[in-house]
């Protein structure tokens, strides 16, 4: 591996791992803070995460032919404003739907913005041989950065309050922008063309990423409000998370090295079912001993199975035009979260809050099953 790239791999770390930092301080406490702080009914919380997922279907095709046109470490930049953004304008939130749905649209933005260049770009600088334990090392070093976030923000949200918390998130934007665009673009630049892409060859691909979204953001809202059902403290929450992914580390480290071992559908297959298995088991934690256990367990499958998961994403993005293949995987992901919320909306209208959350973490747990469904 040559000094350009060995410098690109770690300014990409640094600034990550500054980002992932400074959104982690406040990320896991947003739903808390629309239904507890911003008083917001569960559906209406998921009708914000609904639209969420319409502004991420707008915007991915620019994002896409801007990160075809312009390079894909410029377009993460924006995305990090983007979420700079969403965070000032989140402090403003109210019942007025001109506000409430600006703010979800905008959300939507950052992650059209994020995942399409920054798939592209990890792809280009982790070779396929040593992939598994390129990915290891980033979502190690990215854990580490969110780990100390959680219990940072909770404190100072139990302190000061959540105003404070976004200050400082968006403070910390900003260098990360200027350690991704410290190196050159390794991005080629080319027009895109979707007829390049064969959709019945790659359709296996979409089903799982689209579960795998829905999963993700299923469980981003749901397992905070049920925490917090338990624990109703900021900073006891906080604890929590920040042990979880400090012990999630040892997840990461261990599936870097075996996915690069082992036949990576094989052992997707088998930490799938694992994760599966721990995303169950959450629906009995009922204390705050059996709240930081389960977490913990949580947080290790989850980052079990990310690794092979992403390592063979990567691998057919090898064999396919990068740009359209991200593109065509972040719109199932999209459509998958937007009908499976739409589903759970439906499903919880006659439910109490407490009921609704122990459904939305059964179904989180069974989406997690087509994610094996992934190609070889």
């Not at 377009?75 to 409430?100: N, T």
Request: charged share 15%.
């Amino acid at each position: 591996m040559n000094s350009d790239l060995l410098k690109e791999i770690k300014n990409f770390y640094l600034s990550v791992g500054v980002f992932s930092f400074a959104t982690s301080i406040i990320e896991i406490f947003v739903p808390l803070y629309l239904l507890i702080d911003k008083d917001f009914s569960l559906t209406s919380v998921i009708l914000f995460y609904i639209a969420v997922q319409f502004g991420r279907i707008i915007f991915l095709p620019l994002s896409a032919y801007l990160s075809s046109r312009f390079g894909a470490k410029k377009i993460i930049s924006f995305a990090f404003i983007l979420s700079a953004i969403f965070y000032a304008l989140l402090q403003r939130i109210d019942h007025s739907p001109v506000i409430f749905y600006s703010c979800a649209l905008i959300f939507g933005a950052f992650f059209a913005f994020l995942w399409i260049p920054y798939l592209v770009h990890l792809s280009k600088i982790s070779p396929n041989g040593i992939r598994g334990k390129i990915i290891g090392r980033i979502n190690i070093f990215t854990a580490l950065a969110r780990a100390f976030g959680p219990i940072f923000g909770g404190i100072i949200i139990s302190v000061y309050g959540f105003e404070y918390g976004f200050a400082l998130v968006i403070l910390l934007i900003i260098p990360s922008i200027y350690l991704l665009l410290s190196t050159p673009e390794k991005s080629k630049i080319r027009k895109i063309n979707f007829r390049l892409i064969n959709i019945k060859k790659i359709f296996p691909d979409l089903i799982a990423n689209g579960f795998y979204n829905f999963q993700n953001f299923l469980n981003f809202l749901i397992w905070p409000a049920f925490i917090f059902l338990i624990v109703p403290y900021y900073n006891q929450i906080g604890f929590i998370q920040t042990v979880s992914l400090l012990i999630s580390i040892i997840a990461f480290a261990l599936a870097g090295r075996w996915t690069d071992k082992f036949d990576r559908k094989k052992f997707l297959f088998w930490s799938n079912i694992f994760d599966m298995l721990i995303n169950a088991l959450r629906i009995f934690a009922n204390s705050f001993a059996s709240i930081f256990l389960v977490n913990i367990a949580k947080n290790f499958s989850w980052s079990f199975r990310k690794i092979p998961y992403h390592a063979k994403i990567y691998e057919h993005m090898d064999e396919e035009p990068r740009t359209e293949y991200v593109f065509f995987l972040e719109l199932s992901g999209a459509f998958f979260t937007l009908f499976g919320f739409l589903l759970f909306v439906f499903l919880i209208q006659s439910l109490s809050l407490k009921d609704a959350l122990l459904y939305g973490i059964i179904i989180s747990a069974i989406a997690g099953l087509p994610v094996s469904l992934l190609r070889k």
